[in-house]
């Protein structure tokens, strides 16, 4: 296997929840009102750092589309789909766009730890 090359954004991100890497910028979001089998879902512009597998036919709540899976390049996992073509013409608008399944990114802004917030009170209060 060849050396892996990934694509570094900057901006507001959506990373792979796997293994943390780039595949969007938030400025790229076109529908947050996408759903897929296993949950919620985003419609992106563009996104990097992925592959791409078999092309198929796949009947969709919207109907007929031919898509590819797409895979985080670093780690494999199935992060999504792209709509190669879609069958109807009020679909049109979806092809050569990504969906990202956002059970399977994390927003740039998460982190991986709890920060509190809340107001506290200082040691010399306490005593």
Same mark, same amino acid.
């Not at 954004?9 to 792979?16: A, D, F, P, V, W």
């Given at each position: 296997?060849?050396?892996?090359?990934?694509?570094?954004?900057?901006?507001?991100?959506? @990373?792979?929840?796997?293994? #943390?890497?780039?595949?969007?910028?938030a400025e790229d979001v076109v529908s947050r009102g996408f759903h897929c089998r296993r949950g919620k879902a985003y419609l992106f512009s563009n996104v990097v750092n992925i592959t791409a %597998?078999?092309? +198929?036919?796949?009947?969709?709540?919207? %109907?007929?589309?031919?898509?590819?899976?797409?895979?985080?390049?670093?780690? %494999?996992?199935?992060?999504?789909? #792209? &709509?190669?073509?879609?069958?109807?013409?009020?679909? @049109? &608008? #979806? +092809? %050569? #766009?990504?969906?990202?399944?956002?059970?399977?990114?994390?927003?740039?802004?998460? !982190? +991986?730890?709890?920060?509190?917030?809340?107001? !506290? !009170?200082?040691?010399? +209060?306490?005593?």
């Open positions: 296997m060849g050396r892996i090359f990934l694509v570094e954004l900057e901006g507001r991100t959506y @990373k792979c929840k796997f293994c #943390k890497t780039n595949l969007a910028l %597998g078999p092309v +198929e036919e796949r009947m969709m709540l919207s %109907g007929m589309h031919t898509v590819t899976d797409i895979f985080c390049v670093c780690c %494999g996992q199935i992060v999504g789909w #792209k &709509y190669e073509t879609a069958h109807e013409q009020s679909q @049109k &608008y #979806k +092809e %050569g #766009k990504f969906v990202l399944e956002r059970g399977r990114i994390i927003d740039g802004l998460d !982190s +991986e730890f709890y920060i509190d917030t809340r107001p !506290s !009170s200082s040691d010399a +209060e306490e005593a």
